[in-house]
Nanobody, 124 residues
């Protein structure tokens, strides 16, 4: 079974920065791509950024140029650098991994795995 663990959420003032981290663990898996989503109060979960590789990324228009997603060489960890934060960025941020894994011989599963979420609060 593959698990994701996020860290880095905190409370900051507007204009501040945070870096979120997400690490995957488990046995016999490959991560195809990873992403960050967020869910603000009373809102639906929405895409923030996705990454296949450093040269293959996708950002929501609202964070383009302000947030940067990266992935380590082993491709099991992703980070989200968030700069110039605004109160409207307040949300629970979730890490997602599109995973292929082999729980037993001859069995292949493709799943989207989610982390537990980390709270980001930006005050004005």
């Amino acid at each position: 079974q593959v698990q994701l663990v996020e860290s880095g959420g905190d409370s900051v003032q507007a204009g501040g920065s945070l870096r979120l981290l997400c690490a995957a663990s488990g046995n016999s898996f490959t991560i195809n791509y990873m992403g960050w989503y967020r869910q603000g109060p009373g809102k639906q979960r929405e895409l923030v950024a996705e990454i296949v590789s450093d040269t293959n990324t996708n950002y929501a228009d609202s964070v383009q140029g302000r947030f940067t997603v990266s992935r380590d060489n082993a491709k099991t960890t992703t980070s989200l650098q968030m700069n110039s934060l605004k109160p409207e960025h307040t949300a629970v941020y979730y890490c997602m991994a599109d995973v292929t894994y082999w729980p037993s011989r001859g069995i292949r599963l493709d799943r989207k795995i989610w982390g537990q979420g980390t709270q980001v609060t930006v005050s004005s």
